[in-house]
């Protein structure tokens, strides 16, 4: 059975960085698309970022110029390194691993939780 497992969350003062990892454990064949995401309390799940295999990435307008996705297919991981973090970017953090076609599968961690606060 695969799983993804976020790591690298936690308690951090507005400006500071953290930097988040999935991995998958278990075999995940043909991964395309690894993606963060995450979801603040009473809001909707957002995408963050997302990479493809081809490394073209993607960033939601709120943290570019401060967050950078990075993958190593090797490991079948993904990271995210956050730096400038503000208030809002307070938020329970998940990774997805989508797999290309003809028949796309999905999979989604736990989550990790990131809090920004002084």
């Known amino acids: 059975q695969v799983q993804l497992v976020e790591s690298g969350g936690g308690l951090v003062q507005p400006g500071g960085s953290l930097r988040l990892s999935c991995a998958a454990s278990?075999?995940?064949?043909?991964?395309?698309?690894m993606g963060w995401y995450r979801q603040a309390p009473g809001k909707q799940r957002e995408l963050v970022a997302s990479?493809?295999?081809?490394?073209?990435?993607n960033y939601a307008d709120s943290v570019k110029g401060r967050f950078t996705i990075s993958r190593d297919n090797a490991k079948n991981t993904v990271y995210l390194q956050m730096n400038s973090l503000k208030p809002e970017d307070t938020a329970v953090y998940y990774c997805?691993?989508?797999?290309?076609?003809?028949?796309?599968?999905?999979?989604w961690g736990q989550g990790t939780q990131v809090t920004v606060s002084s």
């Open positions: 278990g075999s995940i064949l043909r991964i395309n698309v």
């Open positions: 990479i493809t295999r081809a490394d073209n990435t």
């Open positions: 997805k691993y989508s797999t290309s076609g003809p028949y796309v599968l999905h999979y």
